[in-house]
Nanobody, 125 residues
C-alpha cells in the first residue's frame, strides 16, 4: 500500500510562492512506476484537479487556473513530487492533496487510488 504525505503548505501573501511536497512510502507499487496528481479543495467546494506528472516526468498536465503559475516535478530518488506555486492569489487558498494515479483521466479523483491527508495553503490579500 502506497502512503503519501504532503508538506510545505502555509500562510503566504498574495503574489508570493510556495513549494508543496508529496513524499511516498510503504510497500506495493514502486514510486517510479506511477504518476502523481495534485488536487485542491476549498471550503464548501468540490475537490478540483490542479496538476499531474506521469511516471517518468516526461508528461505534465495543468489546470487552466494555474497553468502559467505552477510547475510540477518529481525526484524519484527522494520519492517526492513537488508542486511549485507562484503568484499566489486568494482563490488559490485550499487544502492541497496529492494522489497516486491508477488509470484513466488525470482530471478525475476516481483515477487515483492512494491519497495523502493534505496540506493547507492560505493566501492573504
Amino acid at each position: 500500500q502506497v502512503q503519501l504525505v504532503e508538506s510545505g503548505g502555509g500562510l503566504v501573501q498574495a503574489g508570493g510562492s510556495l513549494r508543496l511536497s508529496c513524499t511516498a512510502s510503504g510497500s506495493g507499487r514502486t514510486f517510479g512506476t506511477y504518476g502523481i496528481g495534485w488536487f485542491r479543495q476549498a471550503p464548501m467546494k468540490e475537490r478540483e484537479f490542479v496538476a499531474a506528472i506521469n511516471w517518468n516526468a516526461e508528461g505534465t498536465v495543468y489546470a487552466d487556473s494555474v497553468r502559467d503559475r505552477c510547475v510540477v516535478s518529481r525526484d524519484t530518488a527522494k520519492k517526492t513530487v513537488y508542486l511549485q506555486l507562484n503568484s499566489l492569489k486568494p482563490e488559490d487558498a485550499a487544502i492541497y492533496f496529492c494522489a497516486a494515479h491508477r488509470d484513466g483521466s488525470w482530471w478525475y479523483t476516481s483515477s487515483y487510488n492512494s491519497w495523502g491527508q493534505g496540506t493547507q495553503v492560505t493566501v492573504s490579500s
